[in-house]
């Protein structure tokens, strides 16, 4: 038998928010095993497999076509696959897991409300400190691009995986580039948001894959759709 | 297919590869016999240079790679830097140079260009006479590409700074203006800014109302704890930038128009000095210089009177031509790049010599493009 790989992500508060949305929809998913273990099914969809991988691994699974079907955000389809929209097809956005990903400078750069400073600013820095302005991200593709499609010169991406708020505090970067939900760590950290640094905005969305190989299970998706557009017209 | 290269279907193996070969050695060849010494820069170099001179764009269109002791390296993705490099440890202030061999390119999601492709190139270093060394680098190009369907066009990236130059603003402006000549749409933006009076934020005008009270240093230690390199200082003198600026006059209609008209001009090698001389009277420097050159190239053999010349050509290559600029495309094979290209990069040479400029000019020709147009339609 043929079967419709749907990727999920594998643990946490993204994992149960899914579950509650295909719930919702009258689609029920199942951990199975046990706790620990990565397995699960969908209720009902026998021909459904369920493969539960990190939200980051689902665009690279999408794009290569080893899953029919992943949920995750569209700021990791949008940063690992270039050229994404060959590959992956948006669905639906499933109305959580919003993040922005954003443009923040420290606070108490009073002279610094737009991208046009920014861009100043950085000619100066370069010209006093004698090297790039360095921007901490992990999101180098997406940052890379608006910065240029804004003309933006004189700086440098810092990788930072993690943490990366402190980068500035801890003399690695001068400025951030990352996903932020409600804006309080960065304020924590004595970081402000340029008004039109908004780089990305991004929410748990379900793909499609074009890439992987529909001949023997596009009924499968039928069927799965039905059921989704019952609770949710809207939303196909 | 595996021996398929740049242009051409069959150019690694048996005949394939030995017209490759044939053709690059013709190119190297013509340039030796014009005075240049070979010259071959290693292929995988510090992306430190690079990337300080080319920014964090040079990313996104090279390929780099990492080694554990000698940090991030990059593979060559021109030779203009490397050869400008040896040019500088080499010790001589005069020198002519012929080089070929691979660059690497990464290119965008969808594109059909090549990933690596050959370049063949000639360079003059340390010439007396640029409009000469303009014109020679020029006609041996063209030489060189015989009688090939191919149509030249030319440029000069010095009469928009001449423009700039002649602008009635303060040098900060004209330093701005001059760092994004090749990024045209914050150029536009800039200009666009400096012709306007633009209107404030509540938040900016207490800023500068701070400036103004002497209590900036005060204003900018209340917004929060002084974070990271950047100093308050730092803040506070840009702080007192953006006060000259808000009260600086804006750039009249006429300086405006001036910077568009010399963007805009399209003419003939032969009448761009008089078409600029209407456009821009004051650019007096900048059109003889355009004369000298448009002599030279006659002298050469070149007809200039059929030899087309627009002013932005140039604009949005990697940013390091100041100059005379030049390429040549092949009208008839749009799937193909420009066949040939070089230009004048006088201030690169400042950079790279630690501020010790040598006057340079040239130019590449890509033989695998050669050889896919002299074979005929795609």
Redesign the interface.
């Known amino acids: 038998m043929s079967v419709l790989k749907l990727g999920l992500p594998s643990k946490g508060r993204l994992q149960e928010l899914t579950i509650d949305w295909f719930a919702q929809r009258g689609i029920k998913i199942e951990r199975t095993g046990s706790g620990r273990e990565y397995a699960g099914r969908v209720v009902g969809f026998d021909d459904i497999e369920l493969v539960l991988l990190s939200a980051g691994e689902i665009p690279k699974e999408l794009a290569v076509g080893r899953i029919h079907l992943g949920v995750t955000g569209q700021d990791l389809v949008h940063e690992k696959i270039p050229g994404w929209q060959d590959k992956i097809t948006e669905l639906t956005e499933m109305g959580f897991g919003h993040a922005d990903l954003i443009l923040a400078v420290p606070s108490s750069w009073l002279d610094v409300e737009s991208i046009d400073d920014f861009d100043a600013v950085a000619a100066a820095f370069r010209a006093k400190h004698g090297f790039r302005l360095r921007i901490a991200t992990k999101y180098h593709n997406l940052v890379r691009e608006f910065l240029r499609g804004h003309g933006v010169a004189d700086y440098q991406l810092v990788d930072s995986q993690g943490a990366t708020e402190g980068t500035v505090k801890n003399l690695t970067a001068e400025a951030v580039a990352d996903i932020t939900s409600s804006g309080d760590t960065l304020v924590a950290n004595h970081l402000k948001i340029l008004p039109d640094g908004l780089i990305l905005k991004s929410q748990a969305t379900l793909f499609k894959s074009n890439v992987a190989d529909w001949s023997e299970v596009v009924g499968i998706l039928d069927k799965l759709f039905v059921n989704l557009q019952d609770e949710n017209p809207k939303g196909f | 297919m595996v021996t398929s290269r740049a242009y051409l279907e069959n150019g690694r193996l048996g005949q394939g590869l030995a017209d490759v070969r044939t053709e690059v050695g013709r190119l190297m060849a013509g340039f030796i016999a014009n005075g240049a010494a070979p010259v071959e820069p290693a292929a995988l170099l510090s992306a430190d240079v690079l990337?300080?001179l080319y920014?964090?764009?040079l990313?996104?269109r090279a390929f780099t790679t990492h080694d554990p002791v000698k940090g991030e390296l990059m593979l060559r993705p021109d030779f203009t830097v490397p050869v400008v490099q040896i040019h500088m440890a080499n010790g001589v202030s005069a020198a002519r140079y012929a080089y070929a061999g691979s660059v690497w390119r990464r290119q965008?999601?969808?594109s059909n260009r090549p990933t690596e492709y050959l370049q063949a190139g000639f360079e003059v270093f340390g010439g007396t006479d640029p409009a000469a060394d303009d014109a020679e680098v020029f006609a041996v190009l063209a030489t060189a590409l015989g009688d090939l369907p191919v149509m030249p066009v030319t440029g000069d990236l010095g009469l928009i700074f001449a423009a700039i130059d002649a602008l009635d603003t303060n040098e900060r402006r004209k330093g701005?203006l001059r760092?994004?000549v090749w990024?045209p749409?914050?150029?536009k933006?800039l200009l666009e800014?400096y012709s306007t009076k633009a209107t404030v934020?509540a938040?900016?005008e207490g800023?500068l109302q701070a400036v103004k009270d002497g209590s900036v240093q005060a204003?900018?230690?209340a917004?929060?704890?002084?974070?990271?390199?950047?100093s308050?200082d730092?803040?506070a003198a840009?702080?007192e930038i953006?006060l000259h600026e808000k009260e600086a006059a804006s750039l009249s209609e006429a300086d405006v128009a001036l910077v568009s008209g010399v963007l805009e001009l399209k003419s003939t090698m032969g009448q761009a000095a008089q078409e600029l001389r209407k456009v821009a009277p004051m650019l007096n420097a900048a059109a003889d210089q355009l004369e000298a050159r448009a002599q030279a190239l006659s002298d050469a053999g070149v007809d200039v009177s059929a030899l087309p010349f627009e002013a932005s050509y140039g604009r949005t290559t990697l940013e390091y031509y100041d100059g005379f600029v030049f390429g040549f495309h092949a009208p008839d094979r749009p799937d193909l790049p420009q066949i040939a290209q070089g230009g004048r990069y006088d201030a690169l040479t400042r950079v790279l010599g630690d501020g010790e400029a040598v006057p340079a000019v040239g130019g590449i020709i890509r033989p695998e493009a050669v050889l896919a147009l002299k074979g005929g339609a795609a």
Do not use: T
């Not at chain 2, 917004?223 to 950047?230: D, E, F, K, M, Q």
């Open positions: 990337i300080d920014g964090e764009d990313r996104a965008e999601v969808g701005a760092r994004h990024r749409h914050r150029f933006r800014r934020s938040d900016r800023l204003l900018i230690k917004s929060g704890p002084a974070l990271g390199v950047r308050v730092e803040i840009r702080a953006l």
